[in-house]
């Protein structure tokens, strides 16, 4: 998995009776430690209110020949709004931030711009025309830096951008007649951007008798040496998930998918007759697409928000049990390496009346988590995000499973919240994981697409 560099504008502004030297070297730190935060900048000079409005049109100009995904708008002293409006009303289509920096001590005094009064007569008019941004500021007094706050908007903003070009595949549709999994195409595209296309499993089938013996024996290898086998499994077993793996690989190098899902029980288990859970353990490892069962269409948005947001693989646990304090999660067949502790472990496995299959059955990280879902209504969209500790389960099983049966990769996540109230809030069976608390981030992205958090 690769995601390109956070890209933003960047344009600072002070009055231009301020000293010209002091302005320009505030704005040009205040770039540098954004720079070292990660993010790529296309910068140009600090505007002042000059009459003939030189500044105004150089910048406006320097910007309009960049690429970026968000504006940084650093008030590094005071300036009349109409030259910061003049500025950036070019850029109205683009989420942006606006940053006030702060003065600072010298000779035991207190040194300032007047950051804060451009920043407070422009924030108002900012949302009064419908700019979509986010305030920070620098305060004089206090170690903490905005910088970091920036850098993370600019992330945020990336996530936004990648989304609206954003492809994902669909093998079938509608696994087991489910509702939550379900999406409408023209909604997304509106209010997220993600396009979904589906594809048929004949297709997939098809090209799986296709892929060339060479390819399959690598696949096998490198499982068997990357992974421990629990139960002796002979290669016969793991061909047909080499090859479906391969062939649904095919199709994603074809058409750029950064994630896909698999129609599952009613699909692959039901027509192919052996379980997916390997094939898109694979898709995730080695084809580094986010992967996700049962045609889990916005669980498969959700996968990339996380991605691009916090560069995790976005993985899926399913809610088995809501306890006292914390509630049960875990999945049935795969989790991503990523998040295994400890070796990938794998054994053959049965359940049901399905054939027997390749189950994922590692230990999973623990530590501080972040779970969110994505769901709509019509065309509102609304992410339920909360946060707790994840922490080794207990033994227990789910029933159905050929005896011994496995302990499937799972977590206790003992909430924040209340476990009802994350009850009375929930919104699918399925939700996506990131380790590290990301509300924030989140919320953000949230309010930057219109979608509700609840």
């Known amino acids: 998995m690769s995601i390109r560099k956070a890209k933003a504008g960047f344009v600072g502004f002070g009055e231009v009776n301020s000293p010209k030297e002091l302005i320009d070297e505030k704005c040009r730190r205040a770039a540098k430690v954004l720079e070292e935060c990660g993010v790529e900048l296309v910068y140009t000079a600090p505007v002042r209110d000059d009459p003939e409005d030189k500044d105004v049109n150089r910048a406006r100009a320097e910007l309009s020949r960049g690429e970026f995904d968000l504006l940084v708008v650093c008030i590094a002293g005071w300036i009349p709004s109409h030259a910061v409006i003049d500025v950036i009303s070019d850029f109205a289509h683009k989420p942006m931030i606006l940053w006030g920096l702060a003065g600072h001590q010298e000779d035991g005094r207190l040194v300032s711009t007047a950051d804060q009064a451009g920043t407070s007569a422009l924030r108002e008019p900012m949302e009064t025309l419908g700019y979509k941004f986010k305030y920070v500021y620098d305060t004089v007094d206090s170690d903490s830096h905005a910088a970091e706050k ?16 954003a492809r994902i595949g669909m093998m079938g549709y509608r696994d087991m007649n489910l509702y939550v999994t379900l999406l409408d195409q023209l909604s997304l595209r509106k209010v997220i951007g993600p396009e979904v296309e589906v594809f048929e499993m004949l297709e997939v089938a098809n090209r799986m008798g296709a892929v060339p013996v060479k390819e399959v024996r690598q696949v096998i290898e490198e499982l ?27 199709k994603i190098d074809e058409r750029g ?42 669980g ?17 646990l399913e809610i088995y049990e809501l306890l006292r304090d914390r509630v049960l999660m875990g999945v049935p067949d795969f989790v991503p390496s990523e998040i295994v502790d400890g070796p990938v472990r794998l054994l053959p496995a049965k359940f049901g009346e399905i054939a027997e299959g390749i189950l994922n059955v590692s230990k999973l990280k623990t530590g501080t988590i972040t779970l969110c879902h994505l769901a709509s209504r019509g065309d509102k969209y609304r992410m339920h995000i909360c946060t707790g500790k994840a922490v080794t389960p207990r033994k227990w099983e789910e029933a159905g499973w050929a005896q011994p049966a496995p302990q499937l990769p799972s977590l206790e996540i003992i909430l924040d919240g209340s476990v009802d109230e994350f009850a009375q809030k929930v919104l699918s069976e399925h939700y996506i994981i990131a380790y590290g608390d990301h509300r924030q981030e989140l919320v953000d992205l949230c309010r930057l697409l219109g979608i509700e958090v609840i």
């Not at 959700?302 to 995790?312: D, E, N």
């Open 150 to 165: 920036v850098a993370s908007f600019v992330k945020v903003a990336r996530a936004a951008a990648l989304l609206k070009h």
């Open 257 to 298: 998918y950064q994630a896909v899902s698999l129609k599952d029980v009613d699909g692959v288990k039901k027509l192919m007759q052996f379980p997916p859970g390997l094939v898109l353990m694979l898709l995730m490892d080695k084809a580094g697409v986010a992967s996700i069962p049962e045609n889990d269409g916005l």
């Open 224 to 250: 068997r040496r990357n992974s421990t086998f629990e139960k002796s499994v002979d290669d016969q077993t793991l061909e047909k998930s080499a090859r479906m793996f391969l062939a649904v690989k095919q």
């Open 300 to 316: 498969a948005v959700m996968q990339l928000i996380v991605r691009y947001l916090t560069g995790q693989p976005g993985a899926y």
